[in-house]
């Protein structure tokens, strides 16, 4: 089993940034990558960002390309998702999730088998 803890969300304006972070614990070493995800109220869970845990490979959906950096602590199991220039499109509950299974870096949400509580991001116009 892994547990995974978010911190790091809060309110910012257009334009502002924030960096958050994915505390993994547990058995760490079945972990394949991190995903990052998010879910606006009224619409579907969506992939954000993810790593491969062990050979660095990045993934981005298109609605971060240029403004969302996923990165992982060397020799730790803590993963952050520094977010630049938000926008209001991005608020949302952001998680993140552990891949302990797939190889490469998986955006479907069905393929991580572990999940942190959340947190909440709400960018202000």
């Known amino acids: 089993q892994v547990q995974l803890v978010e911190s790091g969300g809060g309110v910012v304006q257009a334009g502002g940034s924030l960096r958050l972070s994915c505390a993994a614990s547990g058995d760490t070493s079945s972990i394949a990558g991190v995903g990052w995800f998010r879910q606006a109220p009224g619409k579907k869970r969506e992939f954000v960002v993810g790593i491969n845990w062990n050979t660095g490979w990045i993934e981005h959906a298109n609605s971060g390309k240029g403004r969302f950096t996923v990165s992982k602590d060397n020799g730790g199991n803590t993963a952050f998702l520094q977010m630049n220039n938000l926008e209001p499109e991005d608020t949302a509950v952001y998680y993140c999730?552990?891949?302990?299974?797939?190889?490469?870096?998986?955006?479907?949400?069905?393929?991580?088998?572990?999940w942190g509580q959340g947190t909440q991001v709400t960018v202000s116009s």
């Open positions: 999730a552990a891949n302990n299974r797939w190889g490469g870096v998986p955006i479907g949400d069905f393929m991580y088998a572990y």
